[in-house]
């Protein structure tokens, strides 16, 4: 099966740093991932979707990098501040697919 | 835009009650809708794929006498949790994809339902 893993469950930073999360994916590569912001008691939210063929893709503050040698995806968020605690959830697609296969999410914690 | 309201947000009740939640796209038409199950620290775990005027499609596991699903119009799905007990409290989410769009294209989400069967 394909698995979609973020290995850690917690992450805390300080404000003004970067921060980093990590997303593994098993057997082969999928057309896309895409990256949601979940606050608790809420549904997740849209934040990027990186194709297969890209290498890094930017919005404001945030960065996602897809590294299929690795089979890994990166999500980096600069600059980072306290309203930028959350849940952060990686999910995969399969090619011609619209089902989404999401990791387990990464809680992010910036401490002021 | 792309906002979808899922109602109710919150519910408690006794166990062997039917529970209907319903996922609406407000502002764009959704020919496909998701229903999802979240426990505490676990991932999204998809239940179905509700397709407009069609049976839903439901994952391995998902008993579909249980969870019945009903995606009448382009706007609105709905689940109901048929004869609840307590094993079925956990957070429901619904999500919707736009009319005419297949991969590639995010889903947007409601906000969900905590279910609570006492």
């Known amino acids: 099966s394909q698995k979609i893993e973020q290995n850690s469950e917690a992450l805390n930073i300080q404000e003004g740093k970067t921060a980093t999360l990590t997303c593994n994916y098993t057997?082969?590569?999928?057309?896309?991932l895409q990256w949601y912001r979940q606050d608790p008691g809420r549904g997740p939210v849209f934040l990027l979707l990186?194709?297969?063929?890209?290498k890094e893709k930017r919005k404001e503050r945030l960065k996602v990098t897809f590294d299929t040698t690795l089979k890994q995806s990166l999500f980096h968020i600069t600059a980072s501040q306290p309203a930028d605690s959350a849940t952060y959830l990686c999910?995969?697609?399969?090619?011609?697919?619209?089902?989404?296969?999401f990791g387990k999410g990464t809680k992010l914690s910036v401490i002021p | 835009g792309a906002v979808v309201s899922q109602h109710p947000s919150r519910v408690i009740c006794k166990s062997g009650t039917s529970v209907k939640i319903e996922c609406r796209s407000l502002?764009?038409?959704?020919?496909?809708m998701f229903w999802y199950r979240q426990f505490p620290k676990k991932s999204l775990m998809l239940m179905a794929t509700?397709?407009?005027?069609?049976?839903?499609?439901?994952e391995q596991g998902v008993e579909k006498d249980k969870f019945l699903i009903n995606h009448a119009s382009l706007t609105l799905s709905t689940l109901t949790v048929t004869s609840a007990h307590p094993e079925d409290s956990s957070f429901y989410i619904c999500?919707?994809?736009?009319?005419?769009?297949?991969?590639?294209?995010?889903?947007?989400f409601g906000d969900g339902t905590r279910l609570s069967i006492l």
């Open positions: 999500s919707a994809l736009h009319a005419g769009v297949y991969s590639n294209q995010p889903q947007h």
């Open positions: 057997n082969y590569s999928p057309a896309y």
């Open positions: 990186i194709r297969e063929n890209e």
């Open positions: 999910a995969r697609a399969g090619a011609g697919s619209y089902q989404l296969t």
């Open positions: 502002d764009f038409q959704a020919t496909t």
């Open positions: 509700s397709n407009e005027g069609s049976k839903a499609t439901y």
